[in-house]
């Protein structure tokens, strides 16, 4: 069953808590993981109309493009590269406020400018990346953190 998302709040915060309440709702018990997926990503590009959001999953010692919303994107990117793999490799989140500042950037378009990338845990083994791009240098703060984070340990539950 297809949903609309209804935007709501004045405060990013209150936007977040909207949206990922809906999220929780639209996704209900749907156990499939790549559709899950990619309505997360899909409901965060429509909500807050960022350049891109995606998934990357982990395979072996990559990390493999999955579910995203917006332009084409790098299909492969190693353990310990760029904001995702480093991400990934440090077991944290990443906030980027210049993505030409990062060292070892992978730049999959050059029209992104800020980054925030959120590990997704399962059974304390990072199983996917959540990475969202802005156009806009210094584009996201620790609420996207704090948020995106929130919304990742609950996706983490349902995959």
């Known amino acids: 069953m297809a949903e609309s998302l209804l935007k709501s709040g004045t405060t ?14 639209l996704i209900g018990g749907e156990k499939n993981a ?12 429509q909500y807050f109309d960022f350049f891109w959001v995606g998934f990357y ?21 190693a353990y310990g590269r760029g904001v995702c793999g480093s991400a ?4 944290k989140s990443l906030l980027v406020p210049n993505v030409e500042e990062f060292p070892g950037h992978i730049a999959c378009s050059s029209l992104s400018k800020s980054e ?6 399962k059974n304390d083994l990072i199983i ?4 969202v791009d802005s156009d806009t240098l210094n584009d996201f703060d620790e609420v996207d953190v704090l ?3 929130k919304l990742c340990d609950w996706l983490s539950t349902v995959l």
Do not use: S
Request: proline share 5%; with cysteine; net charge negative.
């Open 57 to 77: 999953l982990v395979e072996n010692t990559e990390l493999v493009l999955g579910p995203f919303q917006g332009p084409i994107a790098c299909n492969r990117i």
């Open 128 to 131: 996917a990346v959540l990475d």
């Open 88 to 91: 990934w490799e440090q077991k």
């Open 147 to 149: 948020y995106l984070e």
């Open 116 to 121: 925030v990338v959120i590990p997704l845990r």
């Open 34 to 45: 790549i559709a899950n997926l990619a309505n997360v990503a899909a409901g965060l590009k």
């Open 12 to 25: 990013k915060a209150e936007q977040y808590e909207a949206l990922i309440q809906q999220l929780m709702h």
